[in-house]
């Protein structure tokens, strides 16, 4: 194995973009360093753009932006078989005309090694797997988990500086799963070299990382170890995302003091007086007290015995709160709840409002929507008229010309209303993500013109439901682009 | 997948099978024993080895074997290394109409074969002036003219459903292009070239219509059976048609055994006889 540059980072990505023929940009501005030893994971739902940002670092696919730097070296036009790294594929990709030897030895013949050291190093590597004495077996005659070992032995037997796992597990049953994430774990402790892992699968990422990306919509939202991402996620995706947990909308109201659901609560995090925050409370933080002792009131809907806990849902006026206890509570009983200081966690609200951003067509009208927003111009340019000729002039009398103007138009997501009609709205589109705030929802919703809306509503809509959404024109703001 | 007994139409798996089994036997069993019974017989209905030694014995029939077997290995050849080419870029291309090119090299076998042989027949006349004296080269171009597209499609599909992940694991191993090719592409589309060698060597060695349509003065297997049968001697003929079925029986379990030894599991195209 080659050591000689200096310095820990053994590998860097550096404002890595890739853009899909069609435009479809899966990846974004991806920054991220990782040490040499290091186990690294990529979690995020599919499509998040986490295999495609592997396969860059494998080569099998070129970033359209940005520098990958490996100890230090940019290998952007270094191809697959020229870079110390190894790939153990999602579905394998064992070669099924060659037997388990002549797989696990390929690497190593393409190396040119002498026939006796082939030998010993398939032989240490199945050791490494567990399955000594499989050489002679063809691969058509393995179980799933023997192909997967094999697959991984087939990588780690040419020494890589990196091995890259592709959801390695995902084809494997959940027995299975957990006894491979820790024999994964404990090879990546012998082998000394770093692991970058691919999955969906929190748990499994919770389970076995030193480090975790967690990455939706082709960019990085979070990047920690496992306990940072699981106690302060920064956002309601990685809350969402990772474990259960119940997100609120608030504010803060003093220095440690927050106030959601209806009442104060005591919190850990110094965030300004006033900010608009999404309190993050994980259903094992929430106490269930008498109803005269807790901070709120709620009643019990439901309680599902779940082995270890009972997981309990209370309703607390228009909030739901999800709770894990290892004491019952009593369906439709009156119950009060309590959460420590520690077990609150303040994120920022995100962008809250969304903003489009539109041309104007030479008649004035704004072109998104095609003209069925209208806004008065001559409100947003000061003493600004339209003239005789219909072109409209400001102050001074000058042209204003429709080309070179740009609007800004926002539309608060609770002001927008979803429609199973299509005719109602103005725009129509699939819902792409959703996540439940306490009293309400919020959604995501991709039009059929490929723009992202968010949208509060009260009832329960489904993922990928395809709606209308009716924008009261009252309620839209306009603004000029300076 | 296993077949349950009864179909959904109520009817049992021997049922089903009834028709078929009767043109099996009708078309395929019963002629060939009148074929078995014919070349084992003489004139008079005696059992008799003299068929097959009038056959060995005889210069001009092994020696038409003989050049039917030159004839169909070169048609075979050349049709592979035409058609493995055009398969594999028509296979990767990410072209996006690469269904009408691969069209247009199937596209000759709409048109009627034996139009087809007259057309090239002209253009042959054209460069070659008199067709009598190249007909090995005639034959061999008649035939790959006439079979190139049985060789490319059962490689194509093969390609085609080659895992692309294998490609890559190989490159990812440290192959390069053609390391991956040599060592992956090649032993795994195996199993569609035997399909392809199948669908154009065993025609080759008796379409004799190619022939004689060229003005062939040259005999194949197919044409010397038919040469027997035209002159009545049937147990003649019958002898030298179930020699031919002998070396394709062995020629065929030859190769499958090779397409399963490394094929692997079943992976790409199997092997289709016609």
């Given at each position: 194995m080659e050591h000689t540059t200096s310095g820990e980072n053994i590998i860097e990505l550096r404002n890595i973009s890739r853009t899909f023929?069609?435009?479809?940009?899966?990846?974004?501005d991806f920054n991220l360093t990782i040490k040499r030893g290091e186990f690294v994971t990529f979690l995020g739902?599919?499509?998040?753009g986490k295999t495609t940002t592997l396969r860059m670092i494998a080569g099998f696919d070129k970033p359209t932006e940005g520098e990958l730097l490996l100890n230090g070296k940019d290998i952007r036009d270094l191809p697959p078989n020229k870079r110390p790294i190894n790939t153990v594929f999602q579905r394998y990709a064992l070669f099924p005309h060659l037997n388990v030897f002549d797989n696990i030895a390929f690497g190593l013949k393409l190396k040119k090694l002498a026939k006796a050291e082939i030998v010993k190093k398939v032989k240490k590597a199945l050791e490494m797997v567990d399955l000594e004495g499989f050489e002679d077996r063809t691969i058509g005659t393995l179980s799933g988990g023997q192909q997967q070992r094999i697959a991984i032995a087939r990588a780690i037997v040419n020494e890589p500086q990196i091995l890259l796992l592709d959801?390695?597990?995902?084809?494997?049953?959940l027995k299975m799963r957990k006894e491979m994430q820790l024999e994964l774990k404990s090879m990546h402790q012998k082998l000394g070299i770093t692991f970058i892992y691919v999955t969906h699968d929190q748990e499994e990422a919770l389970t076995m990382s030193d480090k975790i990306v967690v990455m939706s919509e082709g960019k990085i939202q979070q990047t920690g170890t496992p306990e940072d991402i699981y106690n302060e996620p920064k956002n309601a995706f990685v809350a969402d995302f990772i474990g259960e947990s119940n997100i609120f909308s608030g504010i803060m109201t003093g220095k440690y003091r927050v106030r959601f659901c209806g009442a104060e609560f005591v919190c850990v995090d110094d965030v300004e007086h006033g900010t608009m925050i999404d309190a993050v409370v994980r259903p094992e933080d929430v106490i269930i007290t008498p109803p005269a002792e807790g901070t709120i009131k709620g009643r019990v809907t439901s309680v599902i015995f779940k082995g270890v806990h009972y997981e309990i849902t209370v309703q607390s006026g228009k909030n739901e709160i999800v709770v894990q206890s290892t004491k019952k509570a009593e369906e439709g009983s009156e119950v009060g709840i309590m959460i420590e200081p520690e077990g609150i966690h303040i994120m920022l609200a995100e962008d809250v409002v969304n903003r489009i951003e539109t041309g104007l067509n030479k008649d004035y009208s704004l072109q998104f929507l095609n003209g069925a927003l209208t806004c008065d111009l001559t409100e947003l340019f000061p003493n600004a008229s339209y003239n005789s000729d219909g072109v409209l002039t400001d102050a001074h009398g000058d042209t204003i010309d429709a080309e070179t103007v740009r609007i800004i138009v926002s539309i608060k997501p609770e002001c927008i209303e979803m429609s199973?009609?299509?005719?109602?709205?103005l725009l129509c589109g699939h819902i792409i993500n959703l996540i439940y705030k306490g009293d309400h929802y919020s959604y995501v919703v991709r039009t059929d013109e490929d723009e992202d809306f968010i949208v509060d509503d009260e009832y329960l809509w489904n993922m990928d439901d395809y709606v209308s959404l009716i924008i009261p024109k009252e309620s839209v703001e306009y603004a000029v682009k300076k | 997948m296993q077949l349950r007994n009864k179909s959904r139409f109520g009817l049992s798996r021997a049922q089903l099978s009834l028709p078929y089994g009767l043109f099996l036997v009708c078309f395929v069993l019963a002629p060939l024993f009148v074929i078995i019974y014919y070349a084992f017989t003489n004139g008079e209905g005696k059992v008799t080895l003299d068929n097959l030694l009038g056959f060995l014995e005889n210069p001009k029939t092994t020696g038409t074997l003989l050049y039917s077997l030159g004839i169909a290995v070169v048609t075979t050849s050349v049709c592979l290394l035409l058609a493995y080419p055009i398969a594999y870029i028509l296979a990767r291309t990410k072209y996006r109409h690469k269904s009408v090119v691969l069209m247009l090299f199937i596209m000759p076998m709409w048109i009627n074969f034996t139009l087809r042989i007259t057309a090239l027949k002209e253009i042959l006349t054209i460069i070659e002036g008199n067709l009598s004296f190249h007909p090995f080269l005639n034959t061999v171009i008649g035939m790959t003219y006439d079979f190139l597209p049985f060789m490319i499609l059962p490689i194509y599909t093969t390609l085609l459903k080659l895992d692309k992940s294998l490609l890559e694991a190989s490159s990812d191993l440290g192959a390069d292009a053609l390391q991956t090719f040599l060592k992956v592409t090649l032993p795994l589309s195996v199993p569609g070239i035997i399909s392809g060698i199948f669908m154009v060597f065993l025609p080759s060695m008796t379409n004799y219509v190619v022939l004689d349509m060229l003005y062939n003065s040259t005999y194949i297997m197919g044409s010397l059976i038919g040469a027997y049968f035209a002159a009545y001697d049937w147990h003649g003929g019958s002898m030298i048609s179930l020699v031919l079925l002998m070396i394709i029986l062995v020629f065929t379990l030859f190769t499958n055994r090779y397409a399963d030894e490394d094929a692997?599991?079943?992976?790409?195209g199997g092997v289709v006889s016609r």
């Open positions: 023929e069609d435009g479809f940009r899966v990846v974004e739902p599919s499509g998040c959801e390695p597990l995902g084809a494997l049953d199973d009609d299509k005719e109602a709205g | 692997g599991n079943g992976r790409g």
